[in-house]
């Protein structure tokens, strides 16, 4: 298992990283700008996001609380996790490139990757509208 | 036939319905513990949706597990439910009433929720017309609900999302506010009007329209944007058909069109906002302390030793130069190396600017020299005339000092 340090993993993009192309800025805006419910179709501005290079702004949050380095997390809109349970559209899944960990990031980070839209679901509920093949983790 | 229809239509929903205990127990188990959160909160909605079915259930894991480690997804679904049941509201009740549980302002958001369908009872809509089926009336009655008189202790608690969802639930059965303090968190004066908005009431809206041009930040941390966004959010679902058409590049255009829209709307006299910038220029330290029993705490301080209070910044005090220049030289206390302990809610995030430290501590994890530091700075404050405030911090500080 790779462990690194978030600054480092900028430089990921050149090993697992997707075309040299400039990163789309996305914000929760966009993203959670809509009253989401299971089902509908997702408004254009946000399925024309699916599967671009975008840049994120958020705050890191693991799925399950508990410590140490981790190879996904939820990027989410609040900085504190007690605004309320963050609805589905309020939350990006990012995942790090395969073997690759690292720690949860305090303060505002920056994540940039290939993003994905559409309803995911298991055991017929839908776990995730949002998820993106994150390269890069900054601190904002 | 109608009751073949019924059939045909019910078996599928049937064949996923927890048929016995030992299901419910299951759907909370994985509520509560399923390492993915779409998962998690699937199930806390199926929980939910099954009202006083499913209550024993959540009470043997309470009981087995303790009553925090039930997440706030599951209390969220449950007081957000149109499920509405005896079991159910005694339980959010239970949860609210309790100061060591980390989500009891959710609970009274569902008890809010409650109190404003006993109050007012939805009418009684005929499908067959075409129109929308509308909230169930409650199955349940309960005076101190119905008269509001259940949120009188908790319409100033400490906790804002607490205080905001009692006072959301006094509003809603029409209870006089005599007795509330008057709301100086911008948190809580933007959530408590988009509640509001969303339960079909008309609240003054100029608070949202403030936030619109709101850009202040808390060391580093973008809650004016955040307020704005939840503002926005809130008017757009509001307005619907009558929102504006925007575009980003102007944001001074886009509130005044967004104001017009809701002016007309509202009949309210509405004013267009003045720009709110960031507040943190200059400040070389500081602290949070989110905490769901004592309140939230902010506190940042300048390297001439003005010390600002309060999310917005806006209260202040000078400490007297001798002493602070003894703190700040003594700062390199409160630097950790990372995050100590695992947050699950409560938590202190400790900020030095110059070396770029930010880290979250969660309660009893406090190495004792940063813990030592905190202190004589709540002593200087107190040293200074600031009584009231050092002793809620003591009391939120304390909370996180290890053991």
Redesign the interface.
């Known amino acids: 298992m790779l462990r690194l340090p978030s600054t480092l993993l900028l430089l990921l993009t050149t090993v697992f990283g997707h075309p040299a192309t400039e990163p789309e800025p996305v914000g929760?805006?966009v993203l959670?700008?809509f009253?989401y419910k299971e089902g509908m179709t997702l408004p254009k501005e946000v399925t024309d996001l699916d599967e671009k290079v975008v840049q994120i702004r958020g705050f890191m949050r693991r799925?399950?609380?508990?410590?140490g380095p981790v190879n996904s997390f939820?990027l989410i809109?609040?900085?504190?996790?007690?605004?309320?349970?963050p609805m589905?559209n309020e939350?990006v899944?990012c995942t790090l490139p395969d073997g690759v960990t690292m720690?949860?990031l305090?303060?505002?980070v920056t994540v940039t990757g290939k993003f994905y839209v559409g309803e995911?679901k298991?055991?017929?509920?839908?776990?995730?509208i949002y998820a993106m093949d994150a390269d890069t983790v900054t601190?904002a | 036939m109608r009751l073949l229809l019924l059939a045909v239509v019910a078996a599928p929903i049937l064949a996923?319905w927890p048929q016995g205990p030992d299901e419910w127990s299951e759907h909370v188990r994985k509520a509560c513990e399923s390492?993915?959160?779409?998962?998690r909160?699937?199930?806390a909605k199926r929980v939910a949706d099954g009202g006083d079915a499913a209550v024993t259930a959540i009470q043997a894991y309470e009981k087995a597990n303790g009553r925090n480690a039930l997440p706030?997804?599951l209390v969220?679904?449950i007081a957000d439910t149109l499920a509405y049941s005896n079991a159910t509201n005694e339980l959010l009740k239970g949860w609210a009433t309790d100061t060591e549980f980390y989500w009891r302002s959710?609970a009274m958001r569902g008890l809010a929720l409650r109190a404003g369908a006993l109050a007012h009872p939805p009418a009684v809509v005929s499908p067959a017309a075409g129109e929308p089926e509308g909230k169930p009336a409650p199955a349940f009655d309960d005076a101190s609900l119905k008269s509001g008189e259940f949120f009188d202790p908790y319409v100033n608690d400490p906790a804002w999302?607490m205080r905001t969802h009692a006072r959301f639930g006094s509003a809603l059965v029409g209870r006089p506010i005599a007795g509330q303090s008057t709301e100086a968190d911008p948190r809580a004066l933007v959530r408590l009007t988009r509640l509001l908005l969303d339960e079909g009431q008309l609240p003054p809206l100029q608070p949202l329209i403030e936030a619109l041009a709101d850009q202040r930040t808390f060391l580093?941390?973008?809650?004016g944007q955040?307020l704005g966004?939840e503002a926005?959010?809130a008017l757009?679902?509001w307005l619907a058909k009558d929102y504006p058409e925007v575009t980003g590049g102007d944001r001074d255009k886009s509130t005044a069109a967004i104001m017009a829209a809701a002016q007309a709307n509202s009949g309210q006299q509405l004013t267009q906002p003045k720009e709110q910038v960031a507040t943190d220029n200059g400040i070389v330290g500081g602290f949070?302390i989110?905490s769901?029993k004592f309140g939230?705490q902010f506190v940042q301080w300048t390297a001439d030793g003005t010390v600002f209070f309060g999310i917005d910044g806006a209260r202040t005090t000078k400490l007297p130069a001798d002493k602070w220049q003894e703190l700040l030289q003594q700062r390199t206390a409160i630097t950790l190396d990372?995050?100590a302990?695992?947050?699950?809610?409560d938590?202190l995030?400790l900020v030095l600017v110059d070396t770029?430290m930010?880290?979250?501590v969660a309660p009893e994890s406090l190495p004792n020299p940063a813990s030592e530091w905190l202190k004589r700075l709540t002593q200087t404050l107190e040293e200074a005339n600031e009584t009231e405030r050092a002793a809620n911090l003591r009391r939120g500080l304390g909370q996180f000092e290890g053991r």
Do not use: Y
Request: proline share 3%; net charge negative.
């Open positions: 929760f805006p959670a700008g009253a799925e399950f609380a508990g410590s939820m809109n609040d900085a504190c996790g007690c605004m309320g349970t589905m939350i899944f720690e949860v305090t303060g505002v995911q298991e055991d017929g509920d839908v776990i995730l601190i | 996923f390492s993915r959160f779409g998962i909160l699937a199930a706030s997804s969220d679904a959710s999302l580093g941390i973008p809650w955040r966004q926005n959010k757009h679902n949070e989110a769901c939230d990372g995050n302990g695992v947050v699950v809610c938590k995030q770029g930010r880290v979250d």
